[in-house]
């Protein structure tokens, strides 16, 4: 089987614990090349990194016939243009969460999906890890019974404030970094993509920003959920699934292995109560980022879309849009 050959546009510090650690686990993978608007730090980063390849522009890294696909670290604000031009380019695309500011942007990502034919996938890594399919078959086999209320809350403090996430010109802001992943849960489970935004409340930071978001959502199916995000508040990563007949809990859901070394460390907790009696589910042991390039490189050499697809993330984003209408944003 011949390796497939992946390029980063840009040296995020994402990479760092998203993309560099489970590439060098992943047989038939390779990394070429990384790319920076700034050739002497590309030039820093591939030395630092053992990569082949440097680029001071991402149109070179794009024009290397070598490179089969492009893993896209990007702020927010630049997804859907080099999402894009990368398809453009006959490359396959990793693209960070979430892949563009708005629904329209991510209509034209999946509209160039369809003309080019390439694989796409947007980085929510946690849906690729053993526990998401666990979950999936407890509550879609009836194991809690009609799942009635969803509540997923994820809020990590950032304290350096020239970062991204701060920015509102490069599409910063709780909902979309960090509020995107219980919103995706909450879609996930529910099982349905139409929902009304019941009520929705941001409490903005001094650089114009969303720091934390709150929304309610009933979707059409009549599950109700609850989402929390906070880039400026701790809120213990967590999520909760009420059906008429049991309940999920589950510690750390976004991000539930974590990599030390040559050693992968499970931080997740998965309490399943069915009537009186309580389950504790376990997993096998891999980071969420192992299992989402595996499963991405899988989809490439099969030609099927990854279950973040395209279309998934349009539907993704039209909640998002609908909640930060609602929030006043």
Known sequence: MENLRFGILSTASVNEYAFLPPIKKTPCVELL??????????????????????????????ADPEIDCVFIPLPVSMHA???????????????????????DEARAIAAKVKETGKIFAEAFHYRYHPFAARVESIVRSGGIGEVQH?????????????????????????????????????RWIAGCDEATVTAARAKLTRSGVDGTIRANLKFENGIDAEIHGSLVRYL???????????????????????????????????IHREGLKVHNIRVPSITSYHAQLEAFCEAVRTGSQPITNADEAVANMRLLDAIREKAGL
């Open 33 to 62: 090349a990384i790319a920076s608007r700034d050739l002497k730090k590309a030039a820093r980063y591939a030395a630092e990194h053992g990569i082949p390849e440097a680029y001071g522009e991402y149109e070179r890294l794009l």
């Open 150 to 186: 969803i509540f997923a809350v994820h809020g990590v403090p950032l304290m350096d404030k020239s970062k991204v996430q701060f920015s509102k010109s490069l599409a910063g802001g709780a909902l979309l970094d960090i509020g995107c992943y219980p919103v995706n849960f909450a």
């Open 81 to 103: 243009e080099w999402a894009i031009r990368s398809l453009e380019a006959g490359k396959h695309v990793l693209c960070e969460k979430p892949v563009a500011v708005n629904a």
């Open 236 to 270: 213990p990563m967590s999520a909760r699934i009420k059906g008429t007949k049991g309940e999920i809990y589950i510690m750390s859901p976004f991000n539930p292995a974590v990599q030390t070394g040559k050693i992968v460390v499970d931080i997740y907790m998965i």
